[in-house]
């Protein structure tokens, strides 16, 4: 959930859930109560209404008790002569907040409970007509309403029944009513509360304690884990980003755990290829410093070996030059237009010759019309060319060797294939030639030298062509190299 629905919710659930809990308590605790109070004080149901009016409240819940009264006065007035009768009426009204008092002529003969009332205070015989709704209401320390029921004894003296009503202590049950629903809305207040603390916590809390212990793991250098994306919200996204960061710097630092591990092996391998030629210099250098080579021949042969060394050395270091451009992406072409058939005839010209000298034989074909032309970089296809038949000539073994290149018209590219009757590459060494340092045989490729790096500079140079390069092998038989470059086509515009 959106965190800006999630909030709109919670403010939903702010405003309406305690209003519409409180509503179902209250009017639970309402039909609880009144129910009791009907019970109770004999209210009807339909005059629930009268709660809100104290006076008809005071006057209706004691209309029964008032009837009772009357029915008495009228069968026989001197049951208010009887204690018995009295009390057990006295017994009633008490359940009611209210007592009875009795009064004979000037004299109160009865008192149901002990009161501050004054014969005095008592409305005079005849004040009130016998109404069960009707009543005197007294304003004092105590705040009474009391009903007045005139007859006369049989003796002949006037009498008045009094129905006093405490207004003070009125109803308790509606007192716990009220209580009852402050309580309770407090109560729905704290779940309500609880409940939205909880929802935002599994939803915003949880989530970001989560994104801070994935921090700290970062911040220590670990980032074997994972952050799991649980929604759809906010939060969730910014989860799925952090994942995303922590993959991506798990993926910098194994590069660059390879990258240095790649680097020390290249150092490594330069270091150790560097020194034959090094010692072959000195070991020459120093015999012409000795007199060694006594004549003009043995000093054309020392001289000759200490060159070929010094370009071999030259070479491994343009090699190493080369590596560390491509490893950051800054190999510099300069990228010209070709014909196929001059550019490769002066390639195979220039090869023949350093071939010839290491008695290895080449046959060149090419099968490209002459206006076939090549957008491509001189230089580093040369250097291509150069590296694959510089590896075929390290593996040749003992055998007279024997190099062919093909040049052939594939459509839209032309294919070079450049094929050697070497020891060949193992099938299962194939897939990974073209990967930095891969060697399939450790201890010749330490015999013959090599930065083992020749093959991966090729690939990111036709690659970096458009094209496309692969090889094909047999032990013992020999390997085929194919690599294509993309045809130049003028692109003829609509007049």
């Known amino acids: 959930?959106?965190?800006?629905?999630?909030?709109?919710?919670?403010?939903?659930?702010?405003?309406?859930?305690?209003?519409?809990?409180?509503?179902?308590?209250?009017?639970?605790?309402?039909?609880?109560?009144?129910?009791?109070?009907?019970?109770?004080?004999?209210?009807?149901?339909?005059?629930?209404?009268?709660?809100?009016?104290?006076?008809?409240?005071?006057?209706?819940?004691?209309?029964?008790?008032?009837?009772?009264?009357?029915?008495?006065?009228s069968e026989?007035?001197?049951?208010?002569?009887?204690?018995?009768?009295?009390?057990?009426?006295?017994?009633?009204?008490?359940?009611?907040?209210?007592?009875?008092?009795?009064?004979?002529?000037?004299?109160?003969?009865?008192?149901?409970?002990?009161?501050?009332?004054?014969?005095?205070?008592?409305?005079?015989?005849g004040a009130d007509e016998p109404d069960p709704v009707s009543g005197t209401y007294v304003d004092g320390d105590e705040r009474m309403l009391i009903k007045q029921i005139d007859f006369l004894f049989s003796?002949?003296?006037?009498?008045?029944?009094?129905?006093?009503?405490?207004?003070?202590?009125?109803?308790?049950?509606?007192?716990?009513?009220?209580l009852d629903i402050c309580i309770s809305v407090m109560i729905i207040l704290f779940l309500t509360a609880a409940m939205l603390i909880i929802w935002i916590y599994q939803g915003i809390i949880r989530p970001i304690k989560k994104l801070e212990a994935a921090t700290l793991k970062i911040q220590q250098g670990n980032l074997d884990f994972t952050i799991e994306r649980e929604g759809n919200d906010e939060i969730s996204e910014l989860c799925g980003s952090f994942e995303e960061m922590r993959k991506r710097l798990k993926e910098s630092s194994e590069h660059q755990v390879t990258s240095e591990r790649e680097s020390r092996e290249l150092i490594?391998?330069?270091?150790?290829?560097?020194?034959?030629?090094?010692?072959?210099?000195?070991?020459?250098?120093?015999?012409?410093?000795?007199?060694?080579?006594?004549?003009?021949?043995?000093?054309?042969?020392?001289?000759?070996?200490?060159?070929?060394?010094?370009?071999?050395?030259?070479?491994?270091?343009?090699?190493?030059?080369?590596?560390?451009?491509?490893?950051?992406?800054?190999?510099?072409?300069?990228?010209?237009?070709?014909?196929?058939?001059?550019?490769?005839?002066?390639c195979i010209e220039e090869i023949g010759m350093d071939l010839e000298t290491k008695h290895i034989g080449l046959a060149y074909f090419n099968y490209v019309d002459n206006e076939v032309m090549i957008i491509a970089d001189p230089e580093q296809l040369k250097r291509v060319i150069n590296n694959i038949i510089g590896n075929s000539v390290k593996y040749l073994g003992s055998k007279q060797g024997l190099i062919n290149i093909r040049i052939k018209d594939v459509g839209d590219f032309i294919q070079v294939e450049i094929e050697d009757n070497g020891k060949g590459i193992a099938a299962k060494d194939l897939p990974y030639v073209f990967e930095r340092f891969y060697r399939a045989d450790a201890s010749r490729n330490s015999a013959t030298g090599g930065s083992g790096i020749g093959l991966s500079i090729v690939k990111k140079i036709i690659e970096d062509h458009g094209g496309k390069i692969w090889a094909t092998s047999k032990e013992s038989v020999g390997t085929v190299m194919y690599f294509v470059i993309r045809k130049y086509q003028e692109v003829i515009q609509d007049e």
Do not use: W
């Not at 002949?156 to 009220?178: C, H, K, M, Y």
């Not at 270091?271 to 410093?289: F, Q, R, W």
């Open 155 to 178: 003796d002949g003296d006037r009498g008045s029944a009094f129905i006093v009503t405490v207004s003070n202590e009125i109803l308790p049950e509606v007192q716990s009513l009220l």
């Open 76 to 125: 026989n007035p001197d049951h208010f002569l009887d204690p018995d009768f009295l009390n057990r009426m006295n017994e009633e009204l008490q359940h009611k907040y209210s007592y009875l008092l009795v009064r004979k002529e000037e004299d109160i003969i009865y008192a149901g409970q002990k009161t501050d009332l004054q014969e005095e205070d008592l409305p005079g015989y």
């Open 1 to 73: 959930m959106k965190l800006k629905t999630r909030l709109t919710v919670s403010f939903c659930i702010i405003l309406f859930v305690p209003i519409l809990l409180a509503v179902v308590v209250v009017m639970g605790f309402q039909k609880y109560q009144f129910k009791t109070i009907e019970t109770t004080y004999g209210l009807e149901a339909g005059n629930y209404r009268d709660l809100m009016n104290p006076l008809q409240l005071l006057n209706r819940y004691t209309k029964g008790n008032y009837e009772i009264l009357m029915q008495k006065v």
């Open 268 to 346: 490594s391998n330069i270091a150790h290829d560097l020194k034959t030629p090094i010692t072959a210099v000195k070991g020459y250098s120093e015999g012409l410093l000795d007199g060694v080579a006594d004549t003009p021949e043995k000093r054309e042969k020392y001289l000759r070996t200490i060159n070929n060394k010094a370009n071999e050395m030259d070479a491994l270091l343009n090699e190493l030059t080369l590596y560390s451009k491509i490893d950051t992406d800054r190999i510099p072409y300069n990228f010209n237009k070709l014909n196929v058939a001059a550019y490769f005839n002066d």
